[in-house]
């Protein structure tokens, strides 16, 4: 089974896992934004690999679309994200914002924790993380959840780590 692991990522959180991934399933890595409709039909299975950002899966509409018109025959995706994987409601939730019904049934679907990186982060980016900041901490009565992403978006942390790609790489091994 010939597998490709193609990432779309800012500040490299998501690379990271996908090299651990494409090690472990001996798939071929290659950017996202070096991935065509013609490459992809090379392989039996397409991971892809993003980041989220304000809910969404970066990259991932494109890359659905790409994998439609290809002849690869199985897609699965990855999301690597600030949120912890303990939170498995906000996870679920991210899950039925970006998949349709249907997906939820043939796209294969993993969550990674990660971190942020204000290093590494684009100017818009660390603008809007600025903001979100501000309107938590002017917010009165704040919530449990929202005292900890207060906390949480402070400053860069790295939460990333292999054991949260496992599931994954034991879903492909096994197919
Ligand atoms: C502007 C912005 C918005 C983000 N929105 C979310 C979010 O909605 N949920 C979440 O869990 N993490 C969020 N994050 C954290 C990123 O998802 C996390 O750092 C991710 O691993 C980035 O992947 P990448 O560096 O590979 O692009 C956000 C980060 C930025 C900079």
Redesign the pocket.
Known sequence: MKILVT??????????YAEIIAKEVEGELIDFSKVTNEKMSEYDVVVY????????I?GFKKAKEMFAKSAAKKMVVFV????PNEETE?IDE?WKVNLTEEEMESVPHFYMQ????YE??SFP??T??KLLANMLSKKENKSNAELGQEQAIKSSYNISDEKYAKPLIEYLLGE
Do not use: I, P, Q
Request: a positive charge; aromatic letters at 8%.
């Open positions: 990432y779309k990522t800012k500040t490299e959180f998501t690379k990271w690999g993003g980041g989220l950002h304000a809910g969404r970066n690597t994200g600030a949120t906000t991210v990660s971190g942020l990186c590494k982060m980016d660390k809007l993380m």
